[in-house]
């Protein structure tokens, strides 16, 4: 019994089929290596919409705010447009209270009329929403709203750190004071 096949034969044989794997496996790594560039640039295309996305929502984001800040701004311009002009009229009301003090004990016409021209002043900046200051006498000093112009030994204990007195009356415009309020304090 002799054998047919010759072992050259069978070496042959098996160089092929050795060769013939190599052949296989490098044409699947070939093809995972298509399929990692396949999916490499979907990737990247994925990753470059996200990222212009982001910096879409950011600008329209940062434009909102903006377009917000400027609306604030312009109201806040409107509202206080006038404020350099009510501040030049204040010495004028001071002025009026001073005249009516002087005309207090008169009843002519001339005094009626000097009334109604003070009242006139008083309502006009009124309507511009100036308002009078609310500091009297025994009104605890808020240095957010009165200037201290001088301090005077208190005769109570309850007098200190209040207004004695009012030199210059103080005014807000739309809640934001104008002209802090000129008074004494006790200490």
């Known amino acids: 019994m002799e054998n047919t096949i010759h072992p050259e034969q069978e070496l042959e044989k098996h160089e092929e089929s050795t060769e013939e794997t190599p052949e296989t496996q490098s044409s699947e790594t070939v093809s995972e ?4 560039n396949l999916t490499d640039p979907v990737q990247k295309l994925k990753d470059e919409l996200a ?5 879409y929502i950011r600008l329209y984001a940062e434009f909102d705010n903006f377009r917000r ?13 006038n404020e350099q002009l009510l501040k030049s009229l204040l010495p004028v009301v ?30 006009t ?17 808020n240095p957010d709203f009165h200037e201290a112009i001088t301090q005077i030994p208190a005769t109570e204990d309850k007098q200190k ?21 000129k008074v004494v304090v006790g200490s």
């Open 69 to 81: 800040r400027s609306s604030k701004e312009k109201l806040e311009m409107i509202q206080s447009a």
């Open 33 to 36: 290596e298509k399929k990692e």
């Open 161 to 181: 750190g209040k207004v004695l007195d009012v030199v210059e009356k103080g005014y807000l415009l739309n809640d934001k004071v104008i002209r802090f309020a």
């Open 125 to 141: 900046l009124e309507q511009y929403g100036v308002k009078e200051m609310e500091a009297t006498a025994e009104t605890s000093f």
């Open 51 to 55: 990222e212009a996305k982001d910096k």
């Open 94 to 123: 001071d002025d009026f209270e001073r005249a009516s003090k002087a005309f207090k004990d008169r009843n002519d016409k001339e005094a009626e009329g000097f009334y109604l021209i003070q009242n006139k002043m008083k309502k």
